[in-house]
């Protein structure tokens, strides 16, 4: 009975992990990095902003050796954030009701002989605008952005943890171009720019 009950725990054990895996689920905080990025250089439109503080720390968790920028090394820029506001419905007295709140993050990533890819991360918030709270909105607008930007962040280590099949798409681009500057001359291939862009959206009252 016992060894009984230990093979049909390791089988739905190991149908819950294969379910898990076709669903393409992962622990939060733990991404599968690919070889071409276990070492990076890491640059910045605000090199001491808080975006820039929170993907260092990011990658150093997941033991990403980070180095001066160099022609060999593969290189994480960051390139932009951004927020905005959009009304989306009003009360009958013409105030507003209700807005999205958008953030934007925009980063590269180069990989030596490999391609260069560039990536948006875009998530929204819905929220409830109570015009008699205009102080507590302002500061829940400033909470709403730091929690974005956190979230932004973890969404970048998990499109870090795809880069291996936009690379492959590189290679496979790379070997039909020379198949066919074999056949005729041609002009060399450039870069391919892929651009990813994630969204999340969310309701929530203002406080």
Do not use: W
Not at 41 to 50: H, K, N, Q, R, V
Not at 128 to 157: C, F, G, H, W
Not at 185 to 205: C, H, L, W
């Amino acid at each position: 009975m016992d060894l009984f009950n230990t093979v049909l725990r390791s089988l739905l054990v190991a149908m819950v992990s294969l379910t898990i895996a076709s669903c393409g689920f992962a622990l939060r905080g733990s991404y599968n990095l690919p070889d071409e990025v276990d070492k990076v250089s890491l640059t910045s439109f605000d090199p001491y902003g808080e975006l820039t503080r929170q993907m260092r720390n990011a990658l150093r968790q997941h033991n990403v050796q980070m180095v001066s920028p160099s022609d060999d090394v593969a290189n994480i820029e960051l390139l932009s954030e951004s927020d905005s506001a959009q009304t989306l419905s009003l009360y009958q007295n013409s105030r507003v009701a209700e807005k999205e709140f958008r953030y934007v993050a925009r980063y590269r990533v180069t990989v030596p002989e490999k391609g260069s890819y560039t990536y948006n991360t875009t998530l929204s918030r819905n929220f409830l605008d109570n015009p008699l709270t205009a102080l507590a909105k302002s500061v829940e607008q400033n909470k709403l952005v730091a929690e974005m930007r956190t979230e932004a962040t973890r969404q970048i280590m998990r499109q870090l943890s795809q880069l291996k099949g936009d690379i492959a798409a590189f290679e496979r681009q790379q070997a039909e171009q020379a198949a066919l500057e074999q056949l005729e001359q041609g002009e060399a291939p450039t870069e391919p720019n892929v651009i990813i862009e994630t969204r999340q959206t969310e309701t929530q009252p203002a406080q």
